[in-house]
């Protein structure tokens, strides 16, 4: 048996059932049969401690009402609830910690996290400040760890983003509670948060949070971090909401910490006390470090897709208006129809991005004070308008209903473009301020749009048994002024990207100065290719159409190379967008708490 | 919006939610995740550094499914560090060692069984001894394993297979302080209690970054309610020089010349205790002497340290009712450490501070058995803290164990510098590292990893098999590791403590105990260790060993009677057996010491200067030291854990002030090339005044560190000089954010 099993377990796990636990142990005898090998691998698999111990297991176990650690924690905890008006806060002593860490553990252990997970993490702040100790005098360097959890925020934006209220501020205690089973997992509330507080957890398709350890609070218990800290740094009070609010609304300058964002974004409560000078130059340990965030592809193919089919219902309108009748006639239902598709496609890409799909449609309960709850809504709407259109396009319905619906389609999809730049802009990111994210988007549906109907459009002449006719009679011409659309609006978007790299000559390293270096630097090959599509596609090609239709066209010649001329365009001008949009999320440099040396 | 408005839309509970689910644990331990409900709970101390905290271990069903510091052990008081609270996490990782693995004609390692792992150790170990002499194969010990296993160890070794030469990795770490200790208390006996910390009114931190390396020592320094002046010397403002209230930013590797200074000070200033240096000391007319030429002026020009500073500290440790002076490895780690270990030993005589509470010469020590290792390694030190050369030691060892007394060599061991030198030479052919990882720690990294490969056997016993030692092995033994089985370490200071089985170890590794034991047998020496049948025994046999000794513990029992006591520091002789004695006590209460004359000895000695200078071509001094409280040593452990992962900086960085930055042409963050004379490490930059101009600072867990160091040495305990060498460095790549 001994070789044998030997053998079989090379490089595997022993089977635990070998070791039958009847059998002695080393050195008290036992089994003539089994060699010191096979007893010591044996002893090695049988756990002792509970036996060994067994006296002292009794002891621990003669239950005590209260943790023994409470000794240590019962004056870092309020001793009620918080009364009217007031709510709880974290608070830290500055001057006590010394960046040991232990916070970060204690909530990943007392909580029982996923691997690498913790409600709390630890950042650095350097600099240099007057000299403290009264030896000597000058400059002296200075630094100091920020641990930092979620500031259960007077005015939170987690909860305010949040498309389907899965966020609660405990009206007695303020506490942020985040519900974990109300979650869709969208992220967006990862975006919202100034802090970085929430955190998606892809084993379970939602974020968590801090909840301040309300339950271990409700029973007189510390928080993790709290009982985890060996120096007592940080407590949980209770604040006036009335106080904070005078001291944090409409103060601009001020933030929690240095390089900490600004406080008047969400009224966070946490204090962080020093009775040391803090330096007003400090930095962050991770300043000037600089890592892409995460692309969200989902998301950039959702908003480039629905930004397309949004300009192309435009587009259509525009060629109502530009085109010959016979053109339009006959495009309608192609480019109706195209674009819809478009759209369905956009809104199955955006399911991708959701951690729990089937939940989606909880979107419908932040409609009061979400933007993604309003885009999505704004956009569910579009799709069904759009849908009816194309529907009563295709049946030759009563130009009137077209009409209507058509507009309706075009309303409705200009809202939901203008809600998605209102999701990025709301979340105090400089790079998606509106000023520049709706234009953007815009743009987008501008020089897309275009492209899409006219592809659509090209291939409807091409299958209509009017289509020959109609070229020879100069349709194709009549759609120049859409090319022009694409080539203004190409030209635009890209001088409007380029205004963000001005700032990689900033002096200090700014927030467009980050985002400039990182699309030029780790982002490079992507705003290579997103420049090269956007060239190619919305400036080179399009010319090369409206020469081509400004000769003498025949249908036979002409339309099959337009035809292929307007598909490259289109791929180019999808692809170029999908990679502005992966930069866009990409290259932001968002708000946070100072972070760690990295 | 608000809670009340859509509640039937909203979902309050269900599995997500209940992932979180906290419930009461009982056992005196409050609210834990409902999942990992302990059944029972049971103690044990941590197996990372020599702070020795206790760990609540919670069990289910017998197995270690989560952990929470302790709260009653007069060590820790229910608070651990980031490694501690992850000592766990790190058994589960996918890169232990789950079977031995013998390197193939092919040159490729492969699994083996543990009879053919049995065999080839004594067959090729017995070759090489068979040609070369016995003295040909060496073993390399650690402070990470219990002291019944590295006494197992060193006894196999030495007693057994006839090796003369085995040291240990604590060599690195606290070889300075023993022979410091040795020469002026008579015996390495650290003398303080952790209470001391607490107790002080003066705290004076030398070389000792101790809220990062040590933060549950810290936190005893928290506690202390007499408003302590705490002093940090220390060339860099680390974490703990900002939580001190005053930081002496002395230029590196002038310690030993700002501690003479201050001795001037004190004795010019008429600040000593001339009582206690009379009646408790003896040498001290010769420092009267030789501290003459140490005037402010000569220091403050050597030091950086202005002369006012110089006064106001030497007025501080003067005037102070309780001074405790601690020191770590700046200054262990040094070419004249063990002068400037006895330079910080001579401040705390002269001025009285030793054996009361909140004073002492306190060397804190750095892995969580460091303090066995110097006691029962049996490596340069016979058994018990004996010495190989008398007679007399080697007979009473030889009585107690009942073997012949020719079997233990009459010499001493050569130091881990003098192994590997022996390998250069070629009169060191077989090599057996336990629980080590020296080819990322060892001085000077190139020539080791040259020099590994030389050997004709290197076998490695790890836990790990990607340690970068390991992967050098011609056989790799598959340990178990803390957690996974029992025995005591000793912690900082003096105490015994308790380590269990929690968790079962993966595969067929074993514990080293067991590993030793099955080596034993298959060399054919196992009747020699046959009273050494588990490590309590053994607890037993050391024990027994102890008496007489300074560090007799024969009042102690076994391993239940360690636990029972809150661990038990040495010295518990007999004599206290059946008592309670204080649960934290010090040494030389009676202002007596070790010495033959009973007298603390004053050394002094002149100082050197660092053996590699700067120049032209390496301007700066290289400074290394611990990253960050999660990171471990070679992180062989630490870097298998997600969350400690996440709390250390994520690439290779060097530290560098501002004003070398600018000079260097090195923007924030950018890559740069650290070169010495002996290597170059890439790394990025980290701008930060912390680091004083002229020095750079990269942590000892980045594996190219030690390509740059020099392998300089103290003359007295051989201990390497790991902070201070001279390097040069520049940027490479194109841009701030360039990646190469």
Redesign the interface.
């Known amino acids: 048996m001994?070789?044998a099993t030997?053998?079989a377990?090379?490089?595997?796990?022993?089977e635990?059932s070998v070791f039958a636990p009847s059998v002695a142990s080393?050195?008290m005898g036992g089994d003539d049969t089994l060699?010191?090998?096979d007893l010591?691998?044996r002893?090695?698999?049988?756990?002792?401690?509970?036996d060994?111990?067994s006296?002292?297991?009794d002891d621990?176990?003669s239950?005590?009402l209260q943790?023994?650690?409470?000794?240590?924690y019962q004056d870092l905890i309020p001793l009620g609830p918080p009364g009217e008006g007031q709510q709880y806060a974290f608070s830290v002593d500055l001057d006590?910690c010394?960046?040991?860490?232990?916070c970060?553990?204690?909530c990943?252990?007392?909580?029982?996290?996923d691997?690498?997970?913790?409600f709390r993490?630890?950042g650095l702040l350097?600099?240099?400040r007057d000299r403290s100790?009264g030896?000597?005098d000058g400059?002296?360097?200075?630094?100091?760890?920020v641990t930092t959890a979620c500031h259960h925020c007077i005015d939170p934006a987690c909860?305010k983003g949040c498309p389907v209220?899965?966020y609660?501020?405990?009206?007695v205690t303020g506490i942020v509670r985040h519900?974990?089973?109300?979650?869709i997992g969208c992220s967006y509330c990862t975006l919202t948060c100034p802090y970085e507080v929430p955190r998606y957890n892809a084993r379970?398709g939602?974020v968590?949070k801090c909840d301040m350890?309300s339950?271990?609070l409700a029973?007189g218990?510390a928080p993790a971090c709290v009982?985890?800290?060996?120096?007592?740094a940080i407590s949980v009070e209770v604040i006036d909401r009335s106080t904070a609010l005078a001291a944090l609304v409409d103060q601009p300058g001020v933030a929690l910490v240095p390089n900490a964002p600004p406080s008047s974004l969400t009224l966070p409560t946490t204090s962080y006390r020093s009775l040391r000078p803090m330096p007003a130059q400090a930095v962050a340990?991770d300043?000037?470090?600089?890592r892409p965030s995460h692309s969200h592809l989902p998301l950039a193919v959702m908003l480039v897709l629905t930004q397309v089919s949004v300009g192309a219902f435009v587009a259509d309108l525009m060629l109502r208006a530009v085109a010959s009748d016979v053109f339009a006639a006959t495009i309608r239902p192609y480019a109706a129809a195209g674009a819809l598709i478009v759209a369905v496609l956009a809104l199955g890409a955006s399911t991708f991005h959701l951690g729990r799909p089937l939940h989606a449609w909880?979107a419908v309960?932040?409609l009061?004070?979400s933007w993604l709850s309003r885009e999505i809504v704004t956009f569910s709407v579009f799709a069904a308008a759009a849908a009816a259109y194309a529907g009563a396009v295709w049946r030759s319905l009563s130009p009137a209903l077209v009409t209507i619906l058509g507009s309706f389609v075009v309303i409705s999809g200009v809202a939901g473009v203008l809600c998605s730049a209102m999701i990025y802009a709301v979340t105090g990111r400089r790079w998606w301020r509106l000023a520049v994210t709706a234009p953007k988007f815009v743009l987008t549906a501008a020089a897309t749009g275009p492209a899409l109907a006219l592809t659509l459009g090209g291939f409807a002449l091409a299958v209509s048994p009017t289509g020959a006719g109609a070229v020879e009679g100069g349709a194709l011409r009549s759609a120049v002024p859409l090319l022009g659309v694409i080539v203004l609006a190409t030209v635009a978007k890209l001088a409007l990207e380029g205004v963000v790299l001005l700032h990689l000559r900033d002096a200090t390293f700014t927030d467009e100065r980050r985002t400039a270096?990182?699309l030029t630097?780790?982002l490079r090959t992507l705003s290579v290719r997103r420049v090269t599509a956007a060239l190619i596609g919305g400036v080179v090609l399009p010319l090369v159409l409206v020469g081509l239709w400004s000769e003498p066209v025949t249908s036979t010649t002409t339309l099959p190379w337009s035809l292929v001329l307007l598909s490259i365009t289109l791929g180019l001008l999808v692809a170029g967008e999908l990679a502005e949009r992966r930069c866009f999320f990409s290259a932001v440099s968002a708000p946070r708490m100072p972070g760690?040396?990295? | 919006?608000?809670?009340d408005s859509?509640p039937r839309?909203?979902?309050?509970?269900?599995?997500?939610?209940r992932?979180?689910l906290?419930e009461?644990a009982?056992?005196?331990?409050?609210?834990?995740?409902?999942?990992?409900r302990p059944d029972?709970?049971?103690?044990?101390v941590c197996g990372y550094c020599s702070t020795g905290c206790s760990l609540d271990?919670h069990?289910k069903d017998?197995?270690a499914v989560?952990?929470?510091?302790t709260?009653?052990y007069p060590v820790n008081?229910?608070?651990?560090?980031?490694k501690g609270?992850?000592a766990l996490?790190v058994l589960d990782a996918p890169d232990r060692a789950?079977?031995p693995l013998l390197r193939q004609d092919n040159g490729k390692l492969e699994?083996?069984?543990?009879?053919v792992a049995?065999s080839a150790f004594t067959d090729r170990m017995k070759a090489v001894q068979a040609e070369h002499g016995p003295e040909s194969v060496a073993f390399l010990s650690t402070g990470q394993i219990p002291t019944e296993e590295m006494a197992l160890l060193g006894a196999l070794a030495k007693f057994g297979m006839g090796m003369v030469h085995g040291d240990g990795n604590t060599r690195q770490c606290m070889a300075t302080s023993v022979v410091a200790y040795k020469e002026s208390f008579g015996f390495d006996a650290p003398p303080y209690t952790y209470a001391d910390f607490e107790q002080s009114d003066v705290i004076v931190l030398i070389g000792s970054n101790l809220?990062?390396a040590h933060?549950?020592m810290?936190?005893r320094i928290?506690k202390n309610r007499n408003d302590p002046r705490v002093i940090v010397i220390d060339p860099r403002?680390t974490?703990?020089a900002?939580?001190a209230?005053?930081?002496i930013p002395l230029a590196p590797k002038s310690d030993l010349v700002l501690l003479y200074g201050l001795a001037h000070l004190l004795i010019e200033g008429d600040l000593l205790d001339e009582a206690f240096i009379d009646s408790n000391t003896s040498g001290f007319a010769e420092v009267r002497r030789a501290m003459k030429r140490y005037r402010p002026a000569m220091v403050a020009d050597e030091t950086g340290i202005?002369v006012?500073?110089l006064i106001?500290l030497a007025q501080m440790i003067g005037r102070g009712e309780r001074v405790s002076f601690w020191w770590t490895m700046g200054v262990n780690q040094s070419h004249e450490g063990v002068r400037t270990a006895q330079a910080i030993i001579n401040l705390a005589l002269m001025t009285g501070n030793i054996g009361r509470a909140g004073t002492g010469a306190n060397s804190i020590t750095g892995q969580c058995n460091a303090m066995g290792s110097r006691l029962f390694s049996n490596t340069t030190g016979l058994l018990g803290g004996r010495d190989f050369t008398n007679p007399d030691h080697r007979q009473r060892v030889a009585h107690d164990l009942g073997i012949g007394v020719e079997r233990i060599p009459a010499q001493g061991s050569m130091s881990y510098d003098r192994i590997v030198e022996g390998i250069h030479r070629g009169t060191i052919k077989g090599l057996w590292v336990i629980a080590t990882n020296s080819a990322h720690s060892w001085i000077n990294q190139r020539e080791i990893r040259g020099l590994f490969e030389r050997l004709e056997f290197l076998v490695v016993q790890d836990m790990y098999t990607t340690t970068e030692t390991a992967e050098l092995a011609d056989l790799v033994l598959p340990a178990?590791g803390w957690g996974?089985?029992?025995g005591t370490f000793i912690n900082s200071e003096r105490r015994i403590g308790v380590i269990?089985?929690?968790?079962?170890?993966?595969?067929?590794?074993?514990?080293d105990f067991?590993i030793f034991?099955?080596l034993a047998?298959a060399w054919g020496c196992g009747d020699l260790f046959e009273q050494w049948?588990?490590p309590e025994?053994v607890f037993a046999i050391l024990a027994r060993l102890s008496a007489g000794q300074p560090c007799d513990f024969s009042g102690v029992t076994d391993?239940?009677e360690v636990?029972?006591r809150g661990g038990v520091q040495w010295p518990f002789p007999s004599a206290l057996a059946g008592t309670v004695p204080e649960p934290e006590r010090r040494l030389f209460a009676d202002g007596r010491f070790y010495t033959p004359d009973g007298r603390a000895r004053f050394v002094v000695d002149q100082p050197t200067a660092p053996m590699e200078q700067t120049d032209e071509r390496y301007p700066l001094v290289l400074l290394t030291g611990r990253g960050?409280?999660?990171q471990w040593h070679t992180g062989t452990r630490t870097s298998k854990s997600?969350?400690?992962?996440?709390?250390a900086?994520?690439?290779p960085?060097v530290e560098m002030n501002p004003d070398d930055a600018r000079e260097n042409g090195i923007?924030?963050?950018r890559w740069v090339l650290v070169r010495s004379r002996r290597g170059t490490l890439r790394a990025?930059a980290?701008?930060?005044?912390?680091v004083p101009a002229g020095s750079i600072f990269v942590p000892m867990h980045d594996e190219a560190a030690n390509r740059l160091t020099f392998p300089a040495y103290d003359p007295h305990s051989r201990q390497p000089s790991y902070k201070h060498c001279a390097v040069s460095i520049e940027p490479v790549g194109a841009?701030?954010?360039?990646?190469l």
């Open positions: 001994t070789d030997l053998t377990g090379q490089g595997l796990l022993v635990e080393p050195g060699t010191p090998i010591y691998l002893s090695q698999q049988e756990l002792t401690a509970v060994r111990f006296r002292l297991h621990d176990a239950s005590h943790p023994a650690q409470a000794r240590y006590s010394t960046g040991c860490k232990s970060v553990t204690a990943h252990s007392l909580n029982g996290l691997e690498g997970e913790s993490s630890a350097i600099g240099a100790d030896v000597g400059l002296e360097p200075w630094q100091q760890t909860l209220d899965a609660e501020k405990d009206p519900l974990d089973d109300q979650c379970l939602i968590r350890c339950d271990r029973v218990e009982q985890g800290c060996p120096t007592h340990g300043h000037h470090s600089l909880r309960l932040g009061g004070h270096i990182l630097d780790d760690a040396l990295s | 919006m608000t809670a859509t839309l909203r979902t309050r509970d269900g599995a997500l939610t992932e979180l906290r009461p009982g056992h005196g331990i409050g609210q834990v995740p409902a999942r990992t029972a709970i049971t103690a044990m271990i069990l017998g197995r989560n952990l929470t510091p709260t009653r008081l229910g608070m651990a560090c980031p609270w992850e996490a789950t079977v699994p083996v069984g543990w009879d049995l809220t990062v933060p549950i810290w936190e928290a403002r974490e703990t900002m939580a209230t005053h930081h202005s006012e500073t106001d178990a996974e089985k029992e269990k089985k929690v968790k079962k170890a993966p595969g067929q590794a074993l514990a067991y034991k099955l047998d049948s588990d025994a391993h239940v636990e029972e960050s409280s999660s997600a969350v400690l992962t996440s709390l900086p994520r690439g960085y923007e924030p963050h990025r980290f701008v930060t005044p912390t841009g701030p954010n360039a990646s």
